[in-house]
Nanobody
Framework: QVQLVESGGGLVQAGGSLRLSCAAS????????MGWFRQAPGKEREFVAA?????????YVESVKGRFTISRDHAKKNTAYLQMNSLKPEDTAVYYC????????????????WGQGTQVTVSS
């Protein structure tokens, strides 16, 4: 099994920044992909960003491009971050860290492992 633990959520004013962290542990192989989904109240869960094992390939949903950056810790490959800048009220959601054990970086609902989620609230 693989466990994902998120941290870094909170309350921030519009225009502010937050950084989410996700640490994976357990039977997680190399060459995995880690990423983030989010779910706002009354809305479906949506893909936000994902990154390859090497960090050389990343994918973002259009609405966060230029504002969010996903990265991986070079020393601790099974740790991923989501730097969120210029936050907007519409970014308010529960953010879930995800992982899959195959190398393709994709946006679809094909991630095998999910964290418990961390709340991000952006006030206007």
């Amino acid at each position: 099994q693989v466990q994902l633990v998120e941290s870094g959520g909170g309350l921030v004013q519009a225009g502010g920044s937050l950084r989410l962290s996700c640490a994976a542990s357990g039977r997680i192989s190399s060459n995995n992909v880690m990423g983030w989904f989010r779910q706002a109240p009354g809305k479906e869960r949506e893909f936000v960003a994902a990154i390859s094992w090497s960090g050389g390939s990343a994918l973002y949903v259009e609405s966060v491009k230029g504002r969010f950056t996903i990265s991986r810790d070079h020393a601790k490959k099974n740790t991923a971050y989501l730097q969120m800048n210029s936050l907007k009220p519409e970014d308010t959601a529960v953010y879930y860290c995800v992982a899959k054990l195959s190398p393709s970086v994709v946006a679809g609902p094909v991630y095998d492992y999910w964290g418990q989620g961390t709340q991000v609230t952006v006030s206007s």
